[in-house]
């Protein structure tokens, strides 16, 4: 089956900190993999994609490399502001599927 | 401003009661997927409409129940409510379907069960 494994949170870093969120997911197929951010009291926004194995998703300073081999998609940024405090959430879609899988989500708050 | 509408913003009932909530999804999109977050289960998928049928299923509970309407808006039915159907409820609409199409978020229906 499908599913998607966060890194628990809740995470605190300080302004400029590198910040990484692990994702590792469980497909059938080759999957499209997600990062999609929450702001506190808003709905779910797209934050980066990658469709295919090795291509790298990028979007406001945040990255993350669909890696086949280890079935990942870890989301990275160098340098974190507080503006990024907020939910983040990994999620696939199988080829053939219409489902969205997501993970549980990790809160990262940035403090100044 | 994802395009994507949902009301009511908030609700508030009692145990026993049924409730609907609605989303209009962007101008175009054909496809409406309805979800559930809560503190302690995270972003559940509960069912995905394309073009008025119903094309997948997800952790949706028999007392739930969804549609869509010819003018593509749609419709999440929740009935004899529990103290745990407590959530926000999203929807999110896509252009068509499967894995070239990114999901756009309406802002959530907060349900309230007391």
């Known amino acids: 089956g499908n599913s998607v494994t966060q890194m628990e949170g809740p995470v605190t870093l300080s302004e400029e900190a590198f910040l990484t969120i692990n994702c590792t997911y469980t497909?059938?197929?080759?999957?499209?993999l997600f990062w999609y951010v929450q702001y506190p009291g808003e709905g779910l926004q797209l934050l980066l994609k990658?469709?295919?194995?090795?291509d790298k998703g990028s979007n406001k300073g945040f990255e993350a490399t669909y890696r086949k081999e280890t079935t990942s998609f870890h989301l990275e940024k160098g340098s974190v502001q507080v503006s990024d405090s907020a939910v983040y959430f990994c999620?696939?879609?199988?080829?053939?599927?219409?489902?969205?899988?997501f993970g549980t989500g990790t809160s990262l708050t940035v403090i100044p | 401003d994802s395009g994507v509408t949902q009301t009511p913003k908030h609700l508030i009932t009692a145990t026993g009661q049924r409730v609907t909530l609605r989303c209009s999804p962007r101008s175009g999109d054909l496809s409406v997927y309805w979800y559930q977050q809560s503190l302690d289960q995270g972003l559940q998928f509960l069912i995905q409409?394309?073009?008025?049928?119903?094309?997948a299923k997800g952790n949706i509970l028999e007392r739930f129940s969804a549609q869509q309407f010819p003018d593509l808006h749609s419709e999440l039915n929740l009935s004899s409510l529990e103290l745990g159907d407590s959530a926000l409820y999203f929807c999110a609409s896509t252009r068509g379907q499967g894995a070239s199409y990114e999901q756009y978020f309406g802002p959530g229906t907060r349900l309230t069960v007391t």
């Open positions: 999620a696939l879609i199988s080829r053939t599927g219409n489902q969205f899988y």
């Open positions: 497909a059938t197929g080759y999957p499209s």
């Open positions: 990658a469709t295919k194995a090795d």
């Open positions: 409409y394309y073009n008025g049928e119903e094309r």
